[in-house]
T-cell receptor, first 115, second 115 residues
Framework: AQKITQTQPGMFVQEKEAVTLDCTYDTSDQSYGLFWYKQPSSGEMIFLIYQGSYDEQNATEGRYSLNFQKARKSANLVISASQLGDSAMYFCAMRGNTGFQKLVFGTGTRLLVSP | KAGVTQTPRYLIKTRGQQVTLSCSPISGHRSVSWYQQTPGQGLQFLFEYFSETQRNKGNFPGRFSGRQFSNSRSEMNVSTLELGDSALYLC??????????????FGPGTRLLVL
């Protein structure tokens, strides 16, 4: 069984500052994928970034980077230069790489960006 | 390329009725998954379809069912609606079936309210 833990229910950051959203995971799979999604108040789940368990380098996508520490089983999302439009719920998720496995989500972190 | 589309976007039903939700995946995507999101339970996996066959199922009662058509479009049906079925129902599509390395892209969701 897989489990995602997001311990920060809410985070507050000022515009243009960087923010780190925490995510730890638990799995017995050797091969798996880690994902971050953004969910604005409209409800749509927007894919941000992906990290494979065998990737040696941290993933980056524009202002988003994933701080992957495999030994600690953590996959924190770093948003650089926060913008007002970054205010949303952020979900960490994972899926094993064998068979038809579901995407398992954490409880999410609500990020508020202030001017 | 068009994203995942879901219809209807909003729905109000009464207890005991049934409802059908529709999902059209991204062109070329062959796998479709469904998730239920509620404030109390978070994001929970319902089922995944590939090649018109259900490949994985979450822990939901038999009132929840789905199907996939030859063009990869999918529908889910909830019979004998209960108040607790009020939720945001999210559909996601991916290129290949149930592999951790494949990113799932989500639609805007259908908000169902059961009165």
């Amino acid at each position: 069984a897989q489990k995602i833990t997001q311990t920060q229910p809410g985070m507050f950051v000022q515009e243009k500052e960087a923010v780190t959203l925490d995510c730890t995971y638990d799995t017995s799979d050797q091969s798996y994928g880690l994902f971050w999604y953004k969910q604005p108040s409209s409800g749509e789940m927007i894919f941000l970034i992906y990290q494979g368990s065998y990737d040696e380098q941290n993933a980056t996508e524009g202002r988003y980077s994933l701080n992957f520490q495999k030994a600690r089983k953590s996959a924190n999302l770093v948003i650089s230069a926060s913008q007002l439009g970054d205010s949303a719920m952020y979900f960490c998720a994972m899926r094993g790489n064998t068979g038809f496995q579901k995407l398992v989500f954490g409880t999410g972190t609500r990020l508020l960006v202030s001017p | 390329k068009a994203g995942v589309t879901q219809t209807p976007r909003y729905l109000i039903k009464t207890r005991g009725q049934q409802v059908t939700l529709s999902c059209s995946p991204i062109s070329g995507h062959r796998s479709v998954s469904w998730y239920q999101q509620t404030p109390g339970q978070g994001l929970q996996f319902l089922f995944e379809y590939f090649s018109e066959t259900q490949r994985n199922k979450g822990n939901f009662p038999g009132r929840f069912s789905g199907r996939q058509f030859s063009n990869s479009r999918s529908e889910m049906n909830v019979s004998t609606l209960e108040l607790g079925d009020s939720a945001l129902y999210l559909c996601a599509s991916s290129l290949s079936p149930g592999l951790g390395l494949e990113t799932q892209y989500f639609g805007p969701g259908t908000r169902l309210l059961v009165l």
